[in-house]
Protein backbone atom coordinates (compact mmCIF):
# COMPACT_ATOMS: atom_id res chain seq x y z
CA UNK A 1 0.00 0.00 0.00
CA UNK A 2 2.41 2.14 0.91
CA UNK A 3 4.34 1.57 -2.45
CA UNK A 4 1.36 2.59 -4.38
CA UNK A 5 1.24 6.00 -2.35
CA UNK A 6 5.31 6.25 -3.40
CA UNK A 7 4.37 5.72 -7.18
CA UNK A 8 1.06 8.39 -6.65
CA UNK A 9 3.15 11.23 -6.01
CA UNK A 10 6.36 10.76 -7.32
CA UNK A 11 7.47 12.47 -10.35
CA UNK A 12 9.78 12.16 -13.42
CA UNK A 13 12.85 13.87 -13.80
CA UNK A 14 11.45 16.27 -16.70
CA UNK A 15 8.27 17.21 -14.03
CA UNK A 16 11.01 18.05 -11.77
CA UNK A 17 12.67 19.72 -13.93
CA UNK A 18 9.60 21.53 -14.69
CA UNK A 19 8.44 22.12 -11.09
CA UNK A 20 12.23 23.50 -10.37
CA UNK A 21 12.12 26.38 -12.93
CA UNK A 22 8.49 27.34 -12.41
CA UNK A 23 9.62 27.94 -8.37
CA UNK A 24 12.46 29.60 -9.26
CA UNK A 25 10.44 31.72 -11.64
CA UNK A 26 8.08 32.29 -8.75
CA UNK A 27 10.38 33.10 -6.43
CA UNK A 28 11.91 35.59 -9.17
CA UNK A 29 8.82 37.45 -9.49
CA UNK A 30 8.42 37.60 -5.89
CA UNK A 31 11.44 39.38 -5.54
CA UNK A 32 11.87 41.24 -8.16
CA UNK A 33 8.51 42.85 -7.40
CA UNK A 34 9.63 44.42 -4.78
CA UNK A 35 10.35 47.97 -3.81
CA UNK A 36 13.75 47.29 -2.94
CA UNK A 37 14.20 45.95 -6.50
CA UNK A 38 13.02 48.99 -8.75
CA UNK A 39 15.41 52.02 -8.95
CA UNK A 40 12.60 54.52 -7.72
CA UNK A 41 9.68 54.54 -5.83
CA UNK A 42 7.46 52.88 -8.21
CA UNK A 43 7.66 48.78 -8.18
CA UNK A 44 8.38 47.07 -11.33
CA UNK A 45 4.50 45.84 -11.76
CA UNK A 46 4.03 42.35 -11.72
CA UNK A 47 3.88 41.35 -14.88
CA UNK A 48 6.73 42.88 -15.89
CA UNK A 49 8.43 41.03 -13.05
CA UNK A 50 7.26 37.73 -13.86
CA UNK A 51 8.48 38.27 -17.80
CA UNK A 52 11.72 39.09 -15.88
CA UNK A 53 12.08 36.24 -14.35
CA UNK A 54 11.10 33.67 -16.90
CA UNK A 55 13.47 35.60 -19.24
CA UNK A 56 16.08 35.28 -16.70
CA UNK A 57 15.43 31.89 -15.45
CA UNK A 58 14.88 30.43 -18.78
CA UNK A 59 18.34 32.55 -20.04
CA UNK A 60 16.70 34.34 -23.09
CA UNK A 61 17.60 38.01 -22.46
CA UNK A 62 14.26 40.00 -24.12
CA UNK A 63 12.65 42.34 -21.55
CA UNK A 64 9.78 44.71 -21.15
CA UNK A 65 12.03 47.31 -18.74
CA UNK A 66 15.25 48.63 -18.70
CA UNK A 67 17.78 46.52 -16.49
CA UNK A 68 20.17 49.29 -16.01
CA UNK A 69 17.83 52.68 -15.26
CA UNK A 70 14.82 50.49 -13.67
CA UNK A 71 16.04 47.89 -11.29
CA UNK A 72 18.04 48.69 -8.47
CA UNK A 73 21.44 46.92 -7.69
CA UNK A 74 19.62 44.56 -5.47
CA UNK A 75 17.22 43.87 -8.35
CA UNK A 76 20.08 43.17 -10.70
CA UNK A 77 21.82 40.91 -8.28
CA UNK A 78 18.91 38.93 -8.40
CA UNK A 79 18.91 38.73 -11.77
CA UNK A 80 21.91 37.83 -12.23
CA UNK A 81 21.45 34.85 -9.58
CA UNK A 82 18.28 33.43 -11.56
CA UNK A 83 20.53 33.23 -15.08
CA UNK A 84 23.15 31.69 -13.27
CA UNK A 85 20.87 29.39 -11.33
CA UNK A 86 18.65 28.76 -15.01
CA UNK A 87 21.98 28.38 -17.21
CA UNK A 88 23.52 25.84 -15.62
CA UNK A 89 20.73 23.63 -14.48
CA UNK A 90 18.84 24.53 -10.80
CA UNK A 91 20.09 20.74 -10.17
CA UNK A 92 23.30 20.83 -11.92
CA UNK A 93 23.53 23.54 -9.15
CA UNK A 94 22.53 22.44 -6.44
CA UNK A 95 24.57 19.06 -7.04
CA UNK A 96 27.22 20.31 -7.36
CA UNK A 97 27.23 22.78 -3.98
CA UNK A 98 25.97 19.68 -1.92
CA UNK A 99 28.82 17.82 -3.63
CA UNK A 100 31.39 20.74 -2.49
CA UNK A 101 30.05 20.93 0.72
CA UNK A 102 30.44 17.28 1.17
CA UNK A 103 26.92 16.19 1.21
CA UNK A 104 25.72 12.68 -0.17
CA UNK A 105 23.08 12.40 -2.91
CA UNK A 106 21.50 9.45 -3.45
CA UNK A 107 20.66 7.80 -7.08
CA UNK A 108 17.09 8.96 -7.17
CA UNK A 109 18.84 12.68 -7.39
CA UNK A 110 21.60 11.56 -9.55
CA UNK A 111 18.61 10.73 -12.05
CA UNK A 112 17.38 14.00 -11.97
CA UNK A 113 20.15 15.14 -13.76
CA UNK A 114 20.54 12.66 -16.88
CA UNK A 115 18.10 14.32 -19.40
CA UNK A 116 20.61 17.49 -19.29
CA UNK A 117 23.78 14.82 -19.19
CA UNK A 118 22.77 11.80 -21.69
CA UNK A 119 25.73 9.69 -23.08
CA UNK A 120 27.19 9.76 -19.27
CA UNK A 121 26.26 6.95 -17.03
CA UNK A 122 24.81 7.60 -13.54
CA UNK A 123 27.96 6.68 -11.90
CA UNK A 124 29.56 9.90 -13.86
CA UNK A 125 27.27 12.62 -13.16
CA UNK A 126 28.68 13.72 -9.88
CA UNK A 127 31.75 14.49 -10.97
CA UNK A 128 30.48 15.37 -13.67
CA UNK A 129 28.19 18.15 -12.20
CA UNK A 130 31.09 19.44 -10.16
CA UNK A 131 32.67 19.57 -13.33
CA UNK A 132 30.33 21.61 -15.03
CA UNK A 133 30.25 24.15 -11.67
CA UNK A 134 33.87 24.65 -11.51
CA UNK A 135 34.56 25.09 -15.42
CA UNK A 136 31.67 28.02 -15.33
CA UNK A 137 32.96 29.75 -12.25
CA UNK A 138 36.66 29.49 -13.65
CA UNK A 139 35.42 30.95 -17.03
CA UNK A 140 33.30 34.08 -15.30
CA UNK A 141 36.11 34.77 -13.28
CA UNK A 142 38.49 34.85 -16.00
CA UNK A 143 36.07 37.27 -17.67
CA UNK A 144 35.68 39.33 -14.70
CA UNK A 145 38.83 39.86 -14.36
CA UNK A 146 39.30 40.63 -17.96
CA UNK A 147 37.01 42.82 -17.88
CA UNK A 148 37.07 45.32 -14.71
CA UNK A 149 41.00 45.83 -15.59
CA UNK A 150 39.51 46.65 -18.77
CA UNK A 151 36.81 49.40 -17.64
CA UNK A 152 38.30 49.91 -14.24
CA UNK A 153 40.13 53.49 -15.44
CA UNK A 154 36.60 54.55 -17.25
CA UNK A 155 34.10 53.10 -14.31
CA UNK A 156 36.32 52.59 -10.79
CA UNK A 157 37.18 49.48 -9.52
CA UNK A 158 34.46 48.65 -7.67
CA UNK A 159 31.77 49.42 -10.63
CA UNK A 160 34.02 48.02 -13.05
CA UNK A 161 34.17 44.73 -10.88
CA UNK A 162 30.16 44.61 -10.72
CA UNK A 163 29.72 45.56 -14.34
CA UNK A 164 32.49 42.90 -15.06
CA UNK A 165 30.49 40.11 -12.93
CA UNK A 166 27.42 40.47 -14.09
CA UNK A 167 28.07 40.71 -17.70
CA UNK A 168 30.34 37.54 -17.41
CA UNK A 169 27.41 35.77 -16.01
CA UNK A 170 24.62 36.57 -18.39
CA UNK A 171 27.47 36.09 -21.41
CA UNK A 172 28.27 32.80 -20.27
CA UNK A 173 24.51 31.60 -19.82
CA UNK A 174 23.51 33.26 -22.82
CA UNK A 175 21.10 35.32 -21.01
CA UNK A 176 22.10 38.49 -23.14
CA UNK A 177 20.91 41.44 -20.32
CA UNK A 178 22.90 43.94 -19.79
CA UNK A 179 23.77 46.96 -17.30
CA UNK A 180 23.81 49.81 -20.73
CA UNK A 181 20.76 50.69 -21.96
CA UNK A 182 22.15 50.11 -25.31
CA UNK A 183 23.55 46.59 -25.14
CA UNK A 184 27.04 46.70 -26.15
CA UNK A 185 26.78 49.18 -28.79
CA UNK A 186 28.85 51.50 -27.33
CA UNK A 187 31.75 48.86 -27.21
CA UNK A 188 31.04 47.92 -31.30
CA UNK A 189 34.87 49.16 -31.53
CA UNK A 190 36.54 47.73 -28.70
CA UNK A 191 38.40 44.24 -29.17
CA UNK A 192 38.82 43.21 -25.74
CA UNK A 193 35.08 43.09 -24.83
CA UNK A 194 33.85 41.71 -28.41
CA UNK A 195 36.39 38.97 -28.02
CA UNK A 196 35.88 38.58 -24.08
CA UNK A 197 32.29 38.30 -23.83
CA UNK A 198 32.15 36.44 -27.98
CA UNK A 199 34.34 33.98 -26.36
CA UNK A 200 32.14 33.35 -23.03
CA UNK A 201 28.54 32.61 -24.98
CA UNK A 202 30.03 30.88 -27.52
CA UNK A 203 32.04 28.46 -25.04
CA UNK A 204 28.65 27.94 -22.71
CA UNK A 205 26.92 27.38 -26.09
CA UNK A 206 29.00 24.62 -27.12
CA UNK A 207 27.56 22.09 -24.65
CA UNK A 208 28.78 20.89 -21.49
CA UNK A 209 29.10 17.37 -23.00
CA UNK A 210 31.84 18.81 -25.54
CA UNK A 211 33.65 20.56 -22.96
CA UNK A 212 34.14 17.94 -20.79
CA UNK A 213 34.60 15.52 -23.67
CA UNK A 214 37.63 17.89 -25.46
CA UNK A 215 39.11 17.91 -21.70
CA UNK A 216 39.55 14.45 -21.32
CA UNK A 217 40.66 13.23 -24.64
CA UNK A 218 42.30 16.80 -25.78
CA UNK A 219 42.67 14.98 -29.55
CA UNK A 220 40.78 15.43 -32.29
CA UNK A 221 40.87 11.34 -32.93
CA UNK A 222 39.72 10.82 -29.81
CA UNK A 223 36.73 13.42 -29.52
CA UNK A 224 33.09 11.84 -30.02
CA UNK A 225 31.17 11.85 -32.78
CA UNK A 226 29.10 14.26 -31.18
CA UNK A 227 31.74 16.74 -30.11
CA UNK A 228 33.61 16.60 -33.97
CA UNK A 229 30.10 17.44 -35.17
CA UNK A 230 29.15 20.01 -32.37
CA UNK A 231 32.81 21.94 -33.69
CA UNK A 232 32.71 21.84 -36.71
CA UNK A 233 29.11 23.34 -36.90
CA UNK A 234 29.75 26.04 -34.48
CA UNK A 235 33.09 27.12 -36.56
CA UNK A 236 31.38 27.16 -39.65
CA UNK A 237 28.29 28.63 -38.55
CA UNK A 238 30.64 31.34 -37.24
CA UNK A 239 31.99 31.89 -40.83
CA UNK A 240 29.47 31.70 -42.70
CA UNK A 241 27.60 34.19 -40.47
CA UNK A 242 30.42 36.41 -40.25
CA UNK A 243 30.76 36.40 -44.17
CA UNK A 244 27.42 37.00 -45.19
CA UNK A 245 26.46 39.82 -42.37
CA UNK A 246 30.05 41.45 -43.38
CA UNK A 247 29.36 41.73 -47.43
CA UNK A 248 25.62 42.60 -46.51
CA UNK A 249 26.14 45.50 -44.23
CA UNK A 250 28.87 47.20 -45.99
CA UNK A 251 25.58 48.31 -48.30
CA UNK A 252 23.68 49.80 -45.28
CA UNK A 253 23.56 53.37 -44.86
CA UNK A 254 23.17 53.38 -41.44
CA UNK A 255 26.57 51.77 -40.82
CA UNK A 256 28.20 53.89 -42.89
CA UNK A 257 29.58 56.00 -39.94
CA UNK A 258 31.44 53.10 -38.56
CA UNK A 259 35.37 52.43 -38.87
CA UNK A 260 36.56 48.97 -40.95
CA UNK A 261 37.44 47.73 -37.26
CA UNK A 262 34.61 48.53 -36.29
CA UNK A 263 32.08 46.84 -39.34
CA UNK A 264 34.75 43.81 -38.49
CA UNK A 265 34.48 43.03 -34.80
CA UNK A 266 30.42 44.24 -35.33
CA UNK A 267 30.05 41.53 -38.08
CA UNK A 268 31.79 38.94 -36.26
CA UNK A 269 29.64 39.94 -32.91
CA UNK A 270 26.23 39.87 -34.94
CA UNK A 271 27.21 36.83 -36.30
CA UNK A 272 27.83 34.99 -32.97
CA UNK A 273 25.17 36.24 -30.60
CA UNK A 274 22.16 34.92 -32.55
CA UNK A 275 23.46 31.67 -31.77
CA UNK A 276 21.54 32.34 -28.66
CA UNK A 277 23.54 35.28 -26.38
CA UNK A 278 21.16 38.31 -26.95
CA UNK A 279 24.26 40.83 -26.95
CA UNK A 280 24.22 42.83 -29.58
CA UNK A 281 27.20 46.00 -30.87
CA UNK A 282 25.06 47.18 -33.62
CA UNK A 283 20.87 48.10 -33.37
CA UNK A 284 19.63 45.34 -34.85
CA UNK A 285 16.50 47.20 -35.88
CA UNK A 286 19.29 49.76 -38.18
CA UNK A 287 20.14 46.17 -40.07
CA UNK A 288 19.33 45.14 -43.66
CA UNK A 289 16.57 43.31 -44.05
CA UNK A 290 18.50 40.34 -45.94
CA UNK A 291 21.00 40.67 -42.17
CA UNK A 292 17.60 40.38 -40.11
CA UNK A 293 16.08 37.42 -41.75
CA UNK A 294 19.62 35.51 -41.50
CA UNK A 295 19.74 36.06 -38.08
CA UNK A 296 16.52 34.82 -37.17
CA UNK A 297 17.67 31.49 -39.51
CA UNK A 298 20.76 31.42 -37.19
CA UNK A 299 18.52 31.64 -34.19
CA UNK A 300 16.49 29.12 -35.01
CA UNK A 301 19.44 27.07 -35.47
CA UNK A 302 21.23 28.00 -31.72
CA UNK A 303 23.61 26.72 -29.91
CA UNK A 304 24.71 22.84 -29.12
CA UNK A 305 22.71 20.19 -27.12
CA UNK A 306 23.96 20.36 -23.18
CA UNK A 307 24.64 23.87 -23.04
CA UNK A 308 23.39 27.24 -22.04
CA UNK A 309 21.64 28.20 -25.61
CA UNK A 310 18.74 27.67 -27.43
CA UNK A 311 17.31 26.59 -30.85
CA UNK A 312 16.76 23.13 -32.18
CA UNK A 313 20.41 22.58 -31.65
CA UNK A 314 23.81 22.71 -34.06
CA UNK A 315 24.08 18.73 -33.90
CA UNK A 316 20.08 18.19 -34.73
CA UNK A 317 20.69 20.22 -37.87
CA UNK A 318 23.91 18.66 -39.21
CA UNK A 319 21.33 15.34 -38.81
CA UNK A 320 18.80 16.67 -40.75
CA UNK A 321 21.05 18.36 -43.64
CA UNK A 322 23.16 14.73 -43.80
CA UNK A 323 19.95 12.92 -43.80
CA UNK A 324 18.39 15.18 -46.50
CA UNK A 325 21.19 15.02 -48.76
CA UNK A 326 21.87 11.29 -48.43
CA UNK A 327 18.16 11.35 -49.27
CA UNK A 328 19.34 12.71 -52.83
CA UNK A 329 21.68 10.84 -53.31
CA UNK A 330 19.73 7.55 -52.55
CA UNK A 331 21.80 6.39 -50.00
CA UNK A 332 20.52 3.53 -47.85
CA UNK A 333 22.41 5.27 -45.02
CA UNK A 334 23.07 8.31 -43.07
CA UNK A 335 26.88 8.48 -41.63
CA UNK A 336 29.18 11.33 -40.65
CA UNK A 337 32.94 10.96 -40.04
CA UNK A 338 32.66 7.36 -41.60
CA UNK A 339 29.85 6.77 -38.33
CA UNK A 340 26.28 5.74 -38.74
CA UNK A 341 23.41 7.47 -37.45
CA UNK A 342 21.19 5.65 -36.40
CA UNK A 343 17.08 6.23 -37.91
CA UNK A 344 15.75 6.65 -34.26
CA UNK A 345 18.25 9.56 -34.06
CA UNK A 346 17.18 11.06 -37.78
CA UNK A 347 13.72 10.75 -36.37
CA UNK A 348 14.39 12.54 -33.44
CA UNK A 349 16.41 15.58 -34.85
CA UNK A 350 13.11 15.27 -37.14
CA UNK A 351 10.64 15.43 -34.23
CA UNK A 352 12.35 18.37 -32.66
CA UNK A 353 12.99 20.67 -35.93
CA UNK A 354 8.82 20.14 -36.72
CA UNK A 355 7.61 20.71 -33.55
CA UNK A 356 9.51 23.69 -33.23
CA UNK A 357 8.46 25.09 -36.72
CA UNK A 358 4.61 24.48 -35.20
CA UNK A 359 4.81 26.03 -32.14
CA UNK A 360 6.73 29.18 -34.10
CA UNK A 361 3.74 29.46 -36.85
CA UNK A 362 1.16 29.16 -34.00
CA UNK A 363 2.78 32.20 -31.30
CA UNK A 364 3.67 34.33 -34.86
CA UNK A 365 -0.17 34.01 -35.47
CA UNK A 366 -1.04 35.10 -32.10
CA UNK A 367 1.27 38.21 -31.96
CA UNK A 368 0.00 39.22 -35.11
CA UNK A 369 -3.42 39.18 -33.67
CA UNK A 370 -2.56 41.11 -29.96
CA UNK A 371 0.22 43.35 -30.84
CA UNK A 372 -1.93 44.87 -33.95
CA UNK A 373 0.88 45.72 -36.15
CA UNK A 374 0.21 45.64 -39.85
CA UNK A 375 1.60 43.33 -42.17
CA UNK A 376 4.94 45.77 -42.93
CA UNK A 377 6.32 44.65 -39.52
CA UNK A 378 5.60 41.32 -40.09
CA UNK A 379 9.70 40.08 -39.90
CA UNK A 380 9.91 42.13 -36.43
CA UNK A 381 6.98 39.55 -35.17
CA UNK A 382 8.64 36.58 -36.61
CA UNK A 383 11.92 37.89 -35.36
CA UNK A 384 10.72 38.56 -31.94
CA UNK A 385 8.91 34.87 -31.64
CA UNK A 386 12.03 33.10 -33.22
CA UNK A 387 14.36 35.27 -30.35
CA UNK A 388 11.73 33.99 -27.87
CA UNK A 389 11.62 30.21 -28.53
CA UNK A 390 15.33 29.82 -28.98
CA UNK A 391 16.22 31.60 -25.73
CA UNK A 392 18.22 33.98 -27.78
CA UNK A 393 16.84 37.64 -26.46
CA UNK A 394 17.51 39.31 -29.37
CA UNK A 395 15.13 42.13 -30.21
CA UNK A 396 13.54 44.69 -33.08
CA UNK A 397 12.19 46.64 -30.45
CA UNK A 398 8.79 45.22 -30.03
CA UNK A 399 9.34 43.54 -26.34
CA UNK A 400 8.79 46.86 -24.17
CA UNK A 401 5.67 47.42 -26.30
CA UNK A 402 3.97 44.07 -25.78
CA UNK A 403 0.72 44.26 -24.53
CA UNK A 404 -0.06 42.13 -21.54
CA UNK A 405 -1.41 39.07 -24.01
CA UNK A 406 1.60 39.41 -25.93
CA UNK A 407 4.00 39.24 -22.97
CA UNK A 408 2.18 36.11 -21.47
CA UNK A 409 2.42 34.57 -25.24
CA UNK A 410 6.34 35.45 -25.27
CA UNK A 411 6.93 34.19 -21.65
CA UNK A 412 5.27 30.71 -22.22
CA UNK A 413 6.99 30.48 -26.02
CA UNK A 414 10.75 31.02 -23.65
CA UNK A 415 9.40 28.82 -20.96
CA UNK A 416 8.93 26.30 -23.79
CA UNK A 417 11.75 27.01 -25.60
CA UNK A 418 14.11 26.51 -22.79
CA UNK A 419 12.17 22.96 -21.21
CA UNK A 420 11.08 21.78 -24.19
CA UNK A 421 13.88 20.08 -25.71
CA UNK A 422 15.24 18.63 -22.28
CA UNK A 423 11.57 16.74 -21.76
CA UNK A 424 11.05 16.08 -25.29
CA UNK A 425 14.72 14.36 -25.28
CA UNK A 426 13.40 12.16 -21.83
CA UNK A 427 10.30 11.64 -23.91
CA UNK A 428 12.08 10.12 -26.96
CA UNK A 429 14.79 8.07 -25.14
CA UNK A 430 13.15 6.65 -22.58
CA UNK A 431 12.56 2.86 -22.66
CA UNK A 432 9.27 2.38 -24.56
CA UNK A 433 7.45 -0.62 -24.92
CA UNK A 434 7.52 -2.11 -28.76
CA UNK A 435 3.98 -2.75 -30.50
CA UNK A 436 3.82 -6.20 -31.09
CA UNK A 437 1.59 -5.74 -33.85
CA UNK A 438 3.00 -5.79 -37.56
CA UNK A 439 1.30 -3.68 -40.62
CA UNK A 440 1.38 -4.40 -43.81
CA UNK A 441 3.65 -1.86 -45.56
CA UNK A 442 2.59 0.56 -48.13
CA UNK A 443 3.66 3.81 -49.98
CA UNK A 444 2.56 7.39 -50.20
CA UNK A 445 4.06 9.87 -53.22
CA UNK A 446 5.86 12.39 -51.66
CA UNK A 447 7.22 15.76 -53.80
Not at 66 to 78: K, P
Not at 112 to 118: E, K, R, W
Not at 298 to 309: D, E, V
Request: one cysteine or more.
Amino acid sequence: MVDRQNKKFSFSPPQWIIIGFLLLIGTGTFLLSLPSSANGDIPIPLIDAMFMAVSAVCVVGLATIDVSSQLSMSGQIVLMILVQLGGLGFMVFGVSVALILGKIIGLQYRLLLQPTTSGFSTSDISRLAILIFLLAVSLEAIATLVLTIHWQQEMGWGQAFYYGVFHSITAFNNAGFSLFSDSMEGFVGDPVVNITLSLLFIIGGLGFMVLVDVYRQRSWKRLSLHSKVVLLTSGALLLIGFIFIFSIELLNPAASHLTWQERFLSAYFQSATPRSAGFNTFEVSAMLVASQFFIIVLMFIGASSGGTGGGIKTNTFVVLLIATLNTFRSGHEVHIFRKKIVVETVMRALAVVISSLVWIIIVTLLLSITEGLHDSYFLIILFETVSAFSTTGLSMGLTPDLTTAGKIIVMITMFVGRLGPLTMAYALTRQQTRNRVRYPEDTILIG
